[in-house]
């Protein structure tokens, strides 16, 4: 029995697909106008739709708009689209953004080449194939990379499209043309344009989906993290914190506390301006980031005040730990507001029930006796909590 869809029918699908997942990202677009990411997918849509339109009128149209302004289009759309999916994971930097544009270029120029003086559909397939298929491969690779399981599941969909653009390519210069062609009624023609009506749809789906899981991660740090500082905040510093008491317990293992704050911090606000102030708490999350070990935390609890856990450090690597910080902040860095902090520090082997509040009261203790003593420095809180 002989296999007979139109080319026409499958391509307006792809139409009409592209223009609903079109008008879904525009209508939450229109909320999230500085979203680089949600405009450059709606670009790539833009560009498919455009396309797609174009190669519904083959052979009535000019083959200089059906063919060589539609592949175009069309591979401009995918660049954007692979783009897209490369900056959600994080790896769309300066240097990869040049290589897509210089990649797209080279691309649309080598086809147009093509088009005007090598014009045979077989010589169009296989160059569009093979270079499609290099287009999609970063998706893979990223994909592989991320420890998002729907992205790792997007790189395989990826895969299959690179898998796919390569048999393509290849086949066009073994397949009879006539056979091969999108155009011509019959069963490769039906398996391949539905396929790609899937694949399509299915990229739609995971950009979305994609999207959402950017938008959790981003929910999670700020529900979390102080955005000024990048330090966990009170109540996220106190959950882990505390879970590192428990496991503490079970291992009969000593942890160490530290809290402190900076000394005349209103004084420095009043005289340099919250600018500087605020350089501050940021210098001085800094170098606290780049002494802690792994297992270590530090969160900041309000104002200037922020607290630090050394997992498995005794009163010795505690106390070596703060001196080497009043140090490095004594230094200072040049150009910056010279200033020094003072800190209440309390060792212990955690129990089964110890809280944070209980070393928290503590310390808070100790820091006043530190500030007493004439600051810049610290102070060991009682072992008696």
């Not at 490095?328 to 040049?334: A, F, V, Y």
Request: hydrophobic share 45%; with cysteine.
């Amino acid at each position: 029995m002989e296999i007979y869809v139109d080319s026409t029918i499958i391509t307006a699908l792809l139409f009409i697909g592209f223009l609903f997942t079109l008008i879904m990202i525009g209508s939450y677009g229109y909320t999230h106008k500085r979203d680089l990411t949600l405009n450059m997918f709606f670009l790539a849509k833009c560009c498919q739709i455009l396309a797609v339109s174009l190669m519904v009128f083959r052979g009535d149209i000019p083959d200089v708009l059906s063919i060589w302004l539609a592949n175009i289009v069309l591979y401009a759309g995918t660049s954007l689209e692979v783009a897209v999916l490369v900056n959600l994971q994080g790896y769309l930097r300066p240097k990869m953004r040049l290589i897509y544009i210089y990649v797209t270029t080279a691309g649309i120029m080598g086809f147009s080449i093509l088009f005007i003086f090598y014009n045979t559909e077989s010589d169009r397939i296989a160059y569009y194939s093979f270079l499609t298929a290099i287009l999609l491969l970063p998706v893979c690779l990223v994909g592989f990379k991320s420890s998002s399981l729907l992205m790792k599941v997007v790189s395989l969909l990826y895969g299959v499209g690179v898998i796919f653009s390569i048999v393509r390519g290849m086949a066009a210069f073994f397949v009879p043309i006539q056979s091969f062609t999108l155009y011509n009624p019959g069963v490769l023609q039906l398996v391949v344009l539905l396929s790609f009506y899937v694949l399509s749809n299915l990229m739609n789906l995971a950009f979305l989906l994609l999207m959402k899981e950017k938008v959790d991660r981003e929910l999670v740090v700020l529900a979390n993290y102080d955005d000024l500082t990048g330090a966990l905040n009170r109540r996220s510093f106190t959950q882990h914190a505390e879970h590192i008491l428990r496991q503490s317990a079970k291992k009969q293992a000593v942890v160490s506390y530290l809290l402190l704050d900076v000394d005349h911090f209103k004084t420095i606000n009043d005289t340099h301006g919250h600018v500087a102030g605020d350089q501050v708490l940021r210098d001085l999350s800094q170098t606290i980031q780049g002494m802690l070990d792994k297992g270590d935390l530090y969160g900041r609890y309000g104002g200037d005040e922020f607290g630090i856990l050394l997992s498995e450090k005794n009163e010795e690597e505690a106390d070596r730990f703060a001196a080497g910080l009043c140090n490095t902040l004594n230094r200072g860095k040049p150009g910056s507001v010279p200033f020094h902090i003072s800190m209440g520090i309390l060792t212990v082997r955690p129990t089964d029930n110890m809280k944070m509040e209980a070393l928290y009261a503590a310390c808070d203790t100790a820091l006043y006796e530190a500030k007493s003593n004439g600051r810049n420095g610290f102070q060991r809180a009682s072992r008696s909590i």
